[in-house]
């Protein structure tokens, strides 16, 4: 296994950074600098946990540690479910997999980008706001994870985790998913969108809740985006945590999704006209 040779940690840090809470009963959430990973459980099944997303680059410790202090003494999780493999959501997965020799799951269309056969595509300056300027510095190169990582399946289940389903969201990534408990309509989101202005450095920092579109500086297909955040308005969330930002809930999170849906072009695209 091995990272993109253009692997390294970004420096960026928000309020939130090293905070863990439960957003519902069995998912619980810790930030790790700007991005979140959670551990969910099958709540049919004693002591069975599973980690979404790596984390940042250089997390592995915390992440672990994470871990070890919520879950019961000598538990592990079962395997890493990906949303998505941008450099923010897999920094840490191979220290994981050897730490932990569990395997990992993502969409069939993101395999390549977690093999070694295809890279993402530069970040974009057209958004306004310094996290997005930065962006042409953030790894894109693909990871390979070889034999360790294998597709989920195609029925939308998730292997030895009950109660979840996932859901193909693509626009921000052509294999990005999101994963959804029927029972209590909790969702993680992942970077289909988030809940603070991720272009923004100083929104970013003080970490003040609001829906947003995908972050802008890595997402290519916003018809494809818009359609993924209709998919999920659809299945009223009563709970939705993201992979940037806090979680939110009830008429706050109902009332955002409209807007964002509303107003996309507005909320969620960037201003092509910036480059003209």
Do not use: C
């Not at 269309?109 to 706001?129: A, H, N, Q, V």
Request: negative net charge.
């Amino acid at each position: 296994m091995e990272y993109g040779k253009d692997y390294k940690k970004i420096p960026a840090l928000s309020t939130a950074s090293g905070s863990t809470y439960e957003a519902a009963p069995g998912v619980l959430v810790k930030t790790v600098q700007i991005a979140n990973v959670f551990l969910i459980q099958d709540l049919m099944v004693k002591d069975s946990w599973f980690l979404v997303d790596a984390g940042m680059p250089g997390s592995a410790d915390a992440i672990i540690s994470f871990s070890e202090e919520v879950l019961p003494k000598g538990v592990i999780p079962k395997a890493i479910i990906l949303t998505h493999g941008h450099f923010d959501h897999v920094g840490a997965i191979i220290e994981l997999v050897q730490k932990w020799n569990i395997p990992v799951y993502a969409h069939q269309l993101e395999i390549p980008y977690l093999t070694g056969k295809k890279d993402y595509p530069e970040g974009s300056t057209l958004p306004e706001g310094i996290m997005a300027k930065l962006s042409p510095y953030y790894p894109n190169e693909s990871i390979n994870l070889g034999e360790h990582v294998s597709e989920l399946p195609p029925d939308g289940t998730i292997p030895f985790l009950r109660g979840w389903r996932w859901l193909h969201t693509p626009g921000h990534t052509e294999g990005h998913i999101s994963l959804f408990r029927e029972e209590d309509r909790v969702m993680i989101a992942g970077d289909a969108f988030v809940t603070v202005r991720q272009e923004s450095l100083y929104h970013v920092l003080i970490q003040d809740k609001e829906i947003h579109g995908p972050p802008q500086y890595f997402t290519f297909e916003w018809e494809k985006a818009k359609d993924s955040v209709i998919k999920l308005q659809e299945l009223k969330p009563s709970v939705s945590i993201t992979g940037h930002g806090k979680a939110m809930e009830g008429a706050e999170l109902e009332d955002g999704l409209r807007e964002l849906v509303l107003r996309w072009e507005e909320i969620a695209v960037p201003d092509r006209r910036q480059n003209m």
